[in-house]
């Protein structure tokens, strides 16, 4: 059984940028092996996050399959995501560079649905999306990705100056939704004939609940709470439509959340096999990047195994 659903939300896009730029995204780390060749990443990957928990860079070096470069900035609120992606690049020595080997960007929001690859089609997405977010064709546009293992079209709205922007930078660039870069981590990450496993990415007050069974996407949705208890009330309730029993059954965490957090506290409270996730496996990741707990970042990583 497949269950794909997604919650509908007003629109957060800005027209593209007129006015003088604003200030930069506050840097809250930056984390770079020093065998990162900053003027010359043709044998480099670029990856870039971007939704309410910030925008994040990540570099990758195709030849070692490794990780070599993570970044996280905390984003100006009052400024869209183009204007804030363009203010970063006049000054960063890697969102200017154009000679990459490969560049993909993830946006994150719950304008978004997903649905069988075979029923997708082209020219459709608008209507795709009209179920749970009506597009504004004066600030978004419309985009999808397919995911050929999986046989899943994900179709997404997001900020029309940023895809502008990206494009304009980034000719064969490739955009997608967050989400999508997650089910092709846990996928990746899950066992054959493995029986259904529930799989959290906490984000700023929403949560991306999975489920997969068998190396097979079961269940995908995006809620939002706004306390602790909402968040264990959501989870509880994809357990129990989905058979799985919080005594018994193991759910994996990934996110920005602490071990001693009241996110975290709560779903050991009422979960008794709950543990943090790992980064994607079969990749390599820098010495500098020892010190960032695995579970962070996960979607960030997972571009890598995105085509």
Known sequence: MLFFACSAVSS???SAATLPLPAPPVALQSLRDETLETTSPASCNLYLTA?????????????????????????NSQASWA???????????????TTWNQVRLAVQNRHFTLLPAPLFRAGDEAAYLRLHHSVDPDYETVDRYVHTSLEIASVFATEKALAQWFHRTYPTGK?????SALLEGIVHQSEVAAPRRLYLS????EVTIVAVRDKHLEFCNVFAFSTAEDLIYFTILVMQELQLNPDQDTVVVWGD???DSELFTILRKYIRNIRFGNR???LAYSYRLND??????FELYSLHLCQ
Do not use: C, I
Not at 175 to 179: F, R, S
Not at 202 to 205: A, D, E, N, P, T
């Open 12 to 14: 957060n896009a800005s």
């Open 51 to 75: 939704g309410a928990n910030g925008l994040r860079v990540g570099v990758a070096d195709m030849r070692r399959n490794k990780f070599v470069a993570l970044e996280d900035y905390a984003f």
């Open 83 to 97: 204007e804030q992606f363009q203010a970063l690049a006049q000054e960063h020595d890697l969102l200017g560079q």
């Open 175 to 179: 955009m997608l939704h967050q989400t």
């Open 202 to 205: 906490l984000g700023h007050q």
């Open 257 to 259: 959340l602490m071990h």
């Open 280 to 282: 994607p496996f079969d």
């Open 292 to 297: 960032v707990f695995e579970y962070r970042y």
